[in-house]
Structure formats: C-alpha cells, structure tokens
T-cell receptor, first 114, second 111 residues
Framework: DAGVTQSPTHLIKTRGQQVTLRCSPKSGHDTVSWYQQALGQGPQFIFQYYEEEERQRGNFPDRFSGHQFPNYSSELNVNALLLGDSALYLC?????????????FGPGTRLLVL | QKEVEQDPGPLSVPEGAIVSLNCTYS??????FMWYRQYSRKGPELLMYTYSSGNKEDGRFTAQVDKSSKYISLFIRDSQPSDSATYLC???????????FGTGTKLQVIP
C-alpha cells in the first residue's frame, strides 16, 4: 500500500502564475482534504472533497480551488500566486466508512513563490 | 486570539523521561481531538484520535481531554530519541471535517 502520494515534491513559481498540485489517497479512502502549512506553523485547512464535491472550506480566498476525480484522487489549484502562498501543501485522506477514525497525510508539496 | 493555543517549545528532555504536551482551545463546538507527530520535512502522522472527554491509551502514549477546561494533553512515557519531532494537537466539531491545528511543540529527547 503506497499510502497517500503527492506530486510534485517541490515547485518554484513566480508571482501571478498558476499552480496545480496532485494527490492520490490511500487505498480504501474516499475523502481528500488539503492543508497549507507555513514554516513553523501548524497545517491550515483549505477544503475537503467527497463524492467529487467540495464539502467543507476553510478561510481561503477563491484563488484556491480544487477538484476530485471518480478514482478519488484530487487536485489543488492556486491562481494569481502571491509570495505568501509559499508553504508546504499537504493532502490528507480518510474514509466516510469503517476507516473514518484514520486520517493519513502525504509527504506534501513544497511551493516557493518568488 | 487563536482557536487553538499550543506552546511551541522547544522542549528538551532526557531519554526515559515522561513528556507532557498540552493545548488549550476556545471553541466549545470541538468534539474530536487528535495528536499528530511530524518529523522534519515529512507529513504529519496520526498518533491519537479521541472523541469528547476522557483518557485514551496506546502503548507509551496517553491522550487526555478535559472539555470543561478546554484543555487536552498528550503524555509520552519512557521517551526515546526517536520521539524527537514536532507534536501537533488538532481538533474539530465533526471528525476530520475542517480540522484546526495548533502550531506544534518541538520535542527533543536527549540520549
């Protein structure tokens, strides 16, 4: 079992550009959440996807959007990048069924905006 | 004021010591409480998941929740150098929906 996988591992962009990050959940999981973790801070919840719909959203602007595919994998898109978007972006997966007490994180994508 | 407050440390203890990590929170709606361990440049790893007040034990780890005081704790017995990491408390009103994390406490266990 590969666990939660994310790609790419690192990314460098310039202000104003757009970025797409990808996540594959752990086998058996159907729910994907995205978090932003700034240096020295705890993860901040961006949004959660279940059944290909955004179910919950944190306090992030509309520049942050996402998508979930029928195979439960997910993408996070960030438009009009700002310097403050530089962070570790974490994907976490869980299940609405019998595995609902477990949430696994991927290794993250480290985004640097110059 | 942040919804979840956690002392960032760093906390340095000798091997074999009992470690106590704590968080306070202000949102009375929080019902689910978690502790994660995060090694440098890795994603967080779930250690404990508890619902409402009470204690939960798993090996060397014990989680305590006191909802009346809005205070949660994680105890690590017989601490090992491999326990050196950042420990994050987290909580939510509904399972893994909209989880709010503390800033993390960096722990170092000295051999």
């Amino acid at each position: 079992d590969a666990g939660v996988t994310q790609s790419p591992t690192h990314l460098i962009k310039t202000r104003g550009q757009q970025v797409t990050l990808r996540c594959s959940p752990k086998s058996g999981h159907d729910t994907v959440s995205w978090y932003q973790q700034a240096l020295g801070q705890g993860p901040q919840f961006i949004f959660q996807y279940y059944e290909e719909e955004e179910r919950q959203r944190g306090n992030f602007p509309d520049r942050f959007s996402g998508h979930q595919f029928p195979n439960y994998s997910s993408e996070l898109n960030v438009n009009a990048l700002l310097l403050g978007d530089s962070a570790l972006y974490l994907c976490a997966s869980t299940s609405q069924g019998t595995l609902k007490e477990t949430q696994y994180f991927g290794p993250g994508t480290r985004l640097l905006v110059l | 004021q942040k919804e979840v407050e956690q002392d960032p440390g760093p906390l340095s203890v000798p091997e074999g010591a009992i470690v106590s990590l704590n968080c306070t929170y202000s949102n009375s709606a929080f019902q689910y409480f978690m502790w994660y361990r995060q090694y440098s440049r890795k994603g967080p790893e779930l250690l404990m998941y508890t619902y409402s007040s009470g204690n939960k034990e798993d090996g060397r780890f014990t989680a305590q929740v006191d909802k009346s005081s809005k205070y949660i704790s994680l105890f690590i017995r017989d601490s090992q150098p491999s326990d050196s990491a950042t420990y994050l408390c987290a909580m939510s009103a509904g399972g893994y929906q909209k989880v709010t994390f503390g800033t993390g406490t960096k722990l170092q266990v000295i051999p």
